[in-house]
């Protein structure tokens, strides 16, 4: 294959990905089934978009231009098929934390440094994914984002009791500061009429969810309200908030307006909105591919959510991700290709250009209530519970992270940032201590942990385990393990390093090691090597390490090291305890080995 070639080849991978699927659409039925899909997921996007366009800060239609072009981009250039991209909760959460500080007062702005931010994300989504650097989300750990998903999910839900309960209070510098005045408000001056709608959509929304998922449930609620709010004519006989008037037809393609002045700020967020976001999508994608058994490319996302969030700031969108509740829809609805969600954005391209006069009386109650049911999934406690049984560092880095989120809102990136910190720390923390083990033998012949499993030791050999690779991070922890170990046993001739888990070495590892095994070799005691994997074996032989008189210090296996150590000291190790190769604790030979062992002490102190 010739340059040429190859560059043709990455090309059509990249940018046209989408060849793999279309031609699956000659199949009638695979063309029905995305069609029927695209269609169910639209009549769930077009009040979902809104409703997190009003979580965002932004009128709802903003969230009808960004489920328009975004969807499809999305689908046609990432490798996921059935991926339902569009606005999403906390993506609009983290929007409206970003520009309320900037341009709360300024509606125009507002709009213009939405697009902005669009912009920012799908131009840094996109460079990762060319670049290949999709591991860069690994940054964002699981207990970081369980931690920041569940502050996240109640702030979005409390956001939205002023709409609920009718009242408005001017925001404060902390989220909660704002709720307090809500609930406070509430209590003396609660719009009744406004609240009765929120509840209806409310009890709508979860009454058809506990019915069937085959339902539109938030479909059937925004259709509900909106009747009783045309025919009771909610707007002008009892004061309640509707969306109002919607702009027809599509949005204008235009090229957003870039703020020099303001690039650092929302930078920062854009960065948090990239990783954020497409940690959200790729989690989906991993989880409908397991059912799908279709091959995921996590670089090309990347490209897919990037190009989606640029096409969104060309058509006035704001930042979009992967949705789990419209990819769960889309799915259970048949989709088989990405032209499922090509559908979804013909539809709501339709619905902006001939129904957005229907519009008009949906209630901002409704669109509160589905945000306050959707976001509810979202909370999830049982990980972090599942996290302290599993690692205790990471549940108490899910729950500091929690509390900064939930204390510091709106400012959402710093609980973001001291997660990625305190992960990063324990990291570091736990490859400065890997796990350290002595062995021993068994009366099975195994060799375990000989403290917790209370196995004899012998007094001449010693065998340890360093779980970890061996760098400069925690070159002097190992040493201090070995030093410490020798100091306990006077008699020690032997020290038997497994290296079955030593999967790293670097320079510092090993002059380590070689500074080690001149000072034991002037105590009387040789360091031997067992279970070296090949790569780490190929270093030390570069090094000179495992050559000349180091040459039979190294050993296949565990055994093969004893035996070698049984034969350099004639089969009669060092007393007391008294203890030859029949009844050493590390003979392979261990039946009755302990009975044997506690009678030949018994008889050393008897004598």
């Known amino acids: 294959m010739t340059m040429l070639d190859r560059i043709n080849k990455f090309i059509v991978k990249r940018f046209f990905p989408f060849k793999d699927w279309v031609s699956e659409l000659r199949n009638p039925k695979i063309l029905q089934a995305d069609i029927i899909a695209g269609i169910t997921v639209a009549l769930v996007i077009v009040p979902q978009s809104m409703a997190y366009a009003q979580l965002a800060g932004l009128p709802p239609y903003y969230g009808l231009y960004a489920s328009f072009l ?22 609009s959460l983290l929007t409206a934390a970003a520009l309320e ?13 939405a697009i902005m931010l669009a912009f920012l994300v799908g131009a840094f989504q996109l460079s990762l994914g060319l670049l290949r650097m999709g591991v860069l989300v690994d940054f964002l750990s699981h207990p970081v984002v369980t931690g920041f998903t569940n502050a996240a999910a109640i702030i979005i839900a409390t956001s939205q009791l002023s709409k609920l309960f009718g009242v408005s209070v001017s925001s404060q510098e902390h989220h909660y500061q704002t709720v307090m005045n809500v609930l406070s408000e509430s209590l003396i001056n609660t719009h009744t009429p406004t609240l009765l709608m929120g509840l209806l959509a409310i009890f709508i929304i979860l009454l058809f969810r506990k019915i069937s998922n085959k339902y539109p449930a938030v479909l059937i609620s925004v259709v509900i309200t909106t009747f009783i709010s045309w025919y009771i004519k909610f707007e002008i006989n009892y004061e309640g908030k509707v969306i109002g008037v919607v702009p027809d037809g599509l949005p204008a393609m235009q090229l957003p307006q870039i703020d020099f002045n303001q690039l650092i700020n929302l930078g920062t967020v854009a960065i948090a909105i990239s990783l954020i976001g497409f940690m959200e999508a790729i989690s989906i994608a991993k989880a409908m591919a397991t059912q799908t058994k279709q091959r995921l490319d996590a670089d090309q996302e990347l490209i897919g959510q990037g190009l989606s969030n640029l096409a969104a700031s060309f058509f006035q969108g704001y930042p979009v ?24 954005g013909v539809v709501v391209g339709i619905t902006l250009l001939f129904l957005t006069p229907l519009l008009y009386h949906l209630p901002q109650a409704t669109l509160a209530a589905v945000i306050i049911t959707a976001v509810i999934n979202l909370i999830k406690f049982k990980p972090i519970k599942y996290a302290w049984r599993v690692q205790k560092q990471d549940a108490v880095i899910s729950i500091i992270t929690f509390f900064v989120t939930l204390l510091l809102a709106p400012k959402l990136e ?59 991070t925690n070159a002097g922890h190992f040493e201090n393990e070995v030093i410490e170990r020798v100091a306990t046993k006077p008699e020690l001739r032997y020290f038997i390093i497994d290296a079955i888990a030593i999967n790293e070495i670097d320079a510092t590892g090993q002059d380590m090691l070689n500074s080690l095994s001149s000072r034991l070799y002037e105590q009387n005691i040789k360091l031997f090597f067992a279970r070296v994997h090949k790569p780490i074996l190929k270093i030390f032989e570069e090094t000179g390490y495992s050559t000349g008189q180091w040459k039979n210090h190294f050993h296949r296996t565990i055994d093969g090291a004893i035996e070698k150590a049984w034969s350099d000291l004639g089969c009669t190790h060092v007393s007391p305890p008294f203890c030859t190769s029949e009844v050493c604790p590390m003979n392979r030979n261990t039946a009755g080995l302990s009975s044997i062992y506690e009678a030949s002490i018994k008889k050393i102190k008897k004598k």
Do not use: E, H, W
């Open 414 to 472: 710093i609980g973001i940032i001291v997660g990625i910190i305190l992960s990063l720390g324990s990291y570091c923390y736990r490859s400065m201590r890997p796990r350290v083990i002595c062995l021993s033998k068994n009366t099975n012949g195994i060799f375990r942990n000989s403290d917790t499993n209370n196995i004899p030791k012998c007094c001449s050999i010693s065998v340890m385990r360093f779980d970890g690779p061996l760098i400069f």
């Open 321 to 344: 991700s992967g949705s789990f509740s419209r990819s769960a829809v889309n799915i259970s609805a048949g989709a088989v290709t990405g032209f499922s969600c090509v559908v979804t």
């Open 70 to 91: 975004p969807v499809a981009i999305a689908s046609i250039f990432g490798s996921s098929r059935q991926l339902a991209t569009g606005p999403v909760a906390v993506v």
């Open 101 to 113: 500080p900037i341009a709360s007062n300024d509606p125009a702005g507002y709009v213009a440094y």
